[in-house]
């Protein structure tokens, strides 16, 4: 499977973006997504994961009760919409697929887009 992220911007701190990750491929139904990131000068971490079918999903405690993931099989689309960003939301994003919702990594990562948030 090939994923495109998109929707990094510059925002306030405050302010609202979503992200989304386009899948190429077949079978988008059967693997787990997730949403990780990287600021400057930090290692990568995890910031939001789904299940196949949009039953399960987690999150990083920073980014608990702000952030939401979702997907939409039928676009082949996995979004993060995020509020009340912070300007430590600062990060390329990076999307990725895994058969296993769990796995460490995940086998299969998009390009990244960057979201700068300004205070």
């Known amino acids: 499977v090939q994923l495109q992220a998109s929707g990094g911007g510059l925002v306030q701190a405050g302010g609202s973006l979503r992200l989304s990750c386009a899948a190429s491929g077949s079978s988008f139904s059967t693997y787990a997504m997730g949403w990780f990131r990287q600021a400057p000068g930090k290692e990568r971490e995890f910031v939001a994961r789904?299940?196949?079918?949009?039953?399960?999903?987690h999150y990083a405690d920073s980014v608990e009760g702000r952030f939401t993931i979702s997907r939409d099989n039928a676009k082949n689309t996995m979004y993060l919409q995020m509020n009340s960003l912070k300007p430590e939301d600062t990060a390329l994003y990076y999307c990725?697929?895994?058969?296993?919702?769990?796995?460490?990594?995940?086998?299969?990562w998009g390009q990244g887009t960057l979201v700068t948030v300004s205070s």
């Open positions: 990725a697929a895994d058969r296993s919702i769990f796995a460490d990594p995940y086998e299969y």
């Open positions: 789904i299940g196949w079918f949009g039953a399960r999903s």
